[in-house]
């Protein structure tokens, strides 16, 4: 999916809610089977009922990837669930390795397993974040600022030339490709650092997980946001789990339907 | 397999290689076929023919997760291939992620995919890596200063206190675990750090990919070897794909026997 694309869906459905599927099957209605085929329906049931409301699905692939085999024909059979042109597909794999294994990832994830993005960890650098640039209507969202308490051991620290490491991650990463094909993770959690990442990245799209849960305020994001919004904001468990009970599709539909309100307020 | 478990292993077998099983399906062997099963049958010709020689095995999980479910089929029969008091298994997987999706990380590669070790990146610092210790006979395995070109972006930045940001990742990633749950991958293409790496982590394990292919010397490690050696140094290319012919498994193991003898020579 192209900018262009995505920029159009998110005007269309006035919406740039991103729904996280880190479905736990721990965690599911206790009328459906912990299991993958329980996994599965919820997610269908999930996608159906939110699908009007957002404009993206984001799987946490580590959810998947601990059900070993079944899970990743869990993940092939939920991608393959999510209309491709009514929602833009993230894969939050959160990888990063070198060369010839990036370019690997690449293709599990923009052919194998066909997502529109891949989540993609900048610690080691340009040849790590390359292999996934450059693909027609595929993107790269690298790490830059997180919103987990982590942040503080690397993200920020402060490096010599006085800029955050973060920073200075965003800057270089972004030299490597365009916002036609690079986005950045930004946690809603860490508004003090809104107008650095704009600087350094003044157009590219944001993917911003920690409104909801983690504290993060959807208000405090309208500066981040371009002319054709240019963030996704990502909620997971509080619309997933908004009910643990047979109506949990029903109660997913309607706090979606309520972040799309608030957000079509500030597209105004 | 614990520290003192691993020691013993690599003073029986005297060497401390580790064996890259980056089986590309593409780079097979003509005799096999193309897919999931000439990797499966490669990989048990490569195990059978280089396990007197090496301590261990390290699985490149891109090169499983590209073929999708089919590969993680073969990661698991690969895995369960490898006799496991015989040779430490790392899922070279380097995954990041906080919390309650870490753990899902680990149980995949600790439990669902039986693995002695797996690797982490440290970007999003705490969080992200806690999760995987404290597991007995399991370890994380953190990035610190890796043998890639983009090491130069982030890993290699100096910090206002004047530590390399690589420097700090090990030193405060140390700080949350201990030498008997956590190993740093340092590259061996990157001798002058070695001294600041020994200060920062006196005592872990360090896994060493870069000898042979990308230009490191194995005699350039003597200084990073601890009393029970301290050092995995890995190979993938250089033994696996020594032969592209029918041989290839006696080619590997004549390679992984060169490297066995050079290692022994340095525990002396």
């Known amino acids: 999916m192209k900018r262009a694309e995505l920029a159009a869906l998110i005007q269309q459905k006035q919406s740039f809610l991103c729904v996280g599927l880190d479905t736990d099957p721990n965690k599911l209605p206790s009328h459906l089977s912990k299991d993958a085929a329980g996994v599965l329906a919820f997610n269908k ?4 009922s939110t699908l009007p409301f957002t404009v993206s699905y984001k799987l946490n692939i580590a959810f998947y990837e601990a059900m070993g085999t079944a899970g990743w024909e869990l993940l092939e059979e939920t991608i393959n669930m999510i209309p491709r042109d009514q929602a833009f597909i993230i894969a ?5 390795d070198i060369g010839n294994t990036a370019a690997r990832y690449a293709e599990a994830f923009f052919t194998t397993f066909p997502c529109h993005a891949v989540t993609v960890n900048p610690y080691m650098g340009e040849d790590s974040v390359t292999p996934f640039l450059g693909h027609e209507g595929k993107w790269a969202i690298v790490l830059g600022l997180t919103s987990n308490k982590g942040a503080n051991d690397i993200e920020l620290l402060r490096l010599e ?7 200075q991650a965003i800057e270089t990463i972004a030299g490597y490709g365009s916002d036609q094909d690079l986005m950045f993770v930004v946690g809603a959690t860490q508004p003090e650092y809104f107008e650095r990442i704009r600087k350094v990245a003044p157009n590219h799209f944001l993917l911003i997980p920690g409104v909801g849960a983690q504290g993060g305020q959807l208000e405090d994001l309208q500066p981040l946001m371009t002319q054709d919004v240019g963030v996704l904001v990502n909620s997971s468990r509080k619309i997933i789990y908004a009910s643990s009970g047979e109506d949990f599709a029903e109660a ?14 500030m597209m105004d």
Chains 1, 2 share one sequence.
């Open 45 to 48: 049931a999930i996608i159906e």
């Open 92 to 96: 939050d794999a959160k990888r990063g």
């Open 161 to 167: 030339n006085g800029k955050f490491v973060f920073e």
């Open 252 to 265: 997913a539909r309607v706090e979606a339907a309520r972040m799309q309100k608030a957000m079509a307020g």
